[in-house]
């Protein structure tokens, strides 16, 4: 019998959605629903800094308002984050009792960045750490003078390969291509790349659809998915909305295209239909309901190019 599909919203509440995110939900959404599969809504609120319940709260009524729903999920609080510590904590034990994580006393920056999803620019190896040669004599006199560390997993020199179902087949050399990243902070927040595999193996997800700045993210979770026993989920990243003015990515820093400014300017079917032609679904940009892609929808449709939004919008 062939396994149900569960698929999952995951987003992070550091601000409103805008055109982009909504572009990798609505995707998200017509895979799992075109194959009848079941859909989790997750809040990926790690990181107690950036994240705040205003944002939570709005990410789930601009989805409902765009017409997209969930079968499982928030706000029910055990698909928060936040309120899954323990857990993180315990998948954190089983790496350590493995000996696959050690302290790291290197660079705040990165750090601080680890509980989030990384942004381009952020996935490179880091090579310039030395904390996994200390001895333990080094690392008991740092602990000793009150020097807390994060820890970091140690990858090890082999390729990890990923057949993503729109990009083709990714092969990645852990320790050339990714290098040894944080799984917890110093902070004792629990990393993005860690808490991400722990929920998904959790819940049951098979199937991860997002966009294609995390594609590089996809061979280390993986290897992270078998050293905690768990089956890899198939992969399907999707292609970015960019900025017409040249600025990469499109954030939330681009007020013009955040759901508040949409919400008040268009309506949710204008939303779709220009989603929908932005990324090749339709020829035109017209209104269309999530709905109403369902019945052709298609990967191979999908183009593999991102597509430049120039403010302000038609």
């Not at 998200?28 to 075109?34: G, I, K, T, Y």
């Amino acid at each position: 019998m062939k396994e149900r599909l569960v698929g999952r919203f995951a987003p992070s509440p550091s601000g409103y959605m805008h055109l982009g995110n909504l572009l990798a939900m609505l995707l998200a959404w017509l895979d799992v629903r075109a194959q009848n599969g079941r859909l989790i809504f997750r809040m990926e609120d790690l990181d107690p800094a950036r994240c705040r319940p205003e944002y939570a709260a709005a990410l789930a009524d601009d989805l409902r308002w765009l017409g997209l729903d969930w079968d499982e999920g928030w706000p029910d609080p055990a698909y928060a984050q936040s309120n899954r510590r323990l857990l993180y904590r315990d998948a954190f034990e089983i790496l350590r009792a493995r000996g696959l994580v050690y302290p790291c006393w290197c660079s705040r920056a990165r750090r601080l960045a680890a509980a989030s999803a990384p942004h381009p620019g952020e996935m490179s190896a880091d090579q310039g750490c030395r904390c996994y040669a200390l001895s333990e004599a080094e690392r008991a006199e740092r602990m000793a003078a009150g020097q807390v560390p994060a820890w970091k997993l140690r990858v090890p020199d082999e390729e990890v390969t990923i057949p993503d179902g729109h990009y083709g087949t990714i092969v990645q050399n852990l320790a050339r291509d990714c290098g040894d990243f944080i799984v917890r902070r110093r902070d004792g927040v629990y990393a993005y790349q860690l808490a991400v595999v722990t929920d998904d193996l959790l819940m049951g997800v098979n199937r991860v659809v997002r966009g294609r700045d995390l594609l590089s993210s996809a061979p280390r979770q993986a290897w992270l998915f078998r050293q905690l026993g768990g089956k890899v989920p198939s992969y399907c990243h999707a292609p970015l909305l960019t900025s017409g003015e040249g600025e990469g990515k499109l954030s939330k820093r681009l007020g013009s295209l955040s759901t508040q400014v949409l919400r008040r300017e268009r309506t949710p079917e204008a939303v779709v239909g220009q989603l929908a032609f932005l990324c090749g679904l339709r020829d035109r940009d017209e209104p269309a309901r999530p709905a109403e892609l369902l019945s052709d929808f298609s990967w191979d449709r999908v183009r593999r190019e991102d597509a430049a939004v120039t403010e302000p919008l038609p």
